[in-house]
């Protein structure tokens, strides 16, 4: 399977930014879905932005304006910019990728998740 490592997050005021990374190894052949997902406590994990087909992107209603996914395919790299931080955004994010990899005698398909990184946002 791929390894996604995230960082970026961390504690913020409400009003700042953070932008969140999520660095994908291994011998990937290629990705063809880059996900943010992000779960606070009583909820179920939502989906805050992801990359569609055609590479467009779609984002949550509640961070739509706010927030902004990108990514560097050479470095097979996926990033979520933060801006106008709310309280309601303190979650567990993590990054989602999917596509396929090199097993060595075959090409076989992957869907991994990063640990999860947390994201605070206080009043």
């Known amino acids: 399977q791929v390894h996604l490592v995230e960082s970026g997050g961390g504690l913020v005021q409400a009003g700042g930014s953070l932008r969140l990374s999520c660095a994908a190894s291994?011998?990937?052949?290629?990705?063809?879905?880059m996900n943010w997902y992000r779960q606070a406590p009583g909820k179920q994990r939502e989906l805050v932005a992801a990359f569609t087909s055609g590479d467009s992107t779609h984002y949550a209603d509640s961070v739509k304006g706010r927030f902004t996914i990108s990514r560097d395919n050479a470095k097979n790299t996926v990033y979520l910019q933060m801006n106008s931080l709310k309280p309601e955004d303190t979650a567990v994010y993590y990054c989602n990728a999917a596509g396929t990899i090199d097993a060595g005698t075959s090409v076989v398909d992957f869907n991994s998740w990063g640990q999860g990184t947390q994201v605070t946002v206080s009043s």
């Open positions: 291994g011998t990937i052949v290629s990705i063809n879905a």
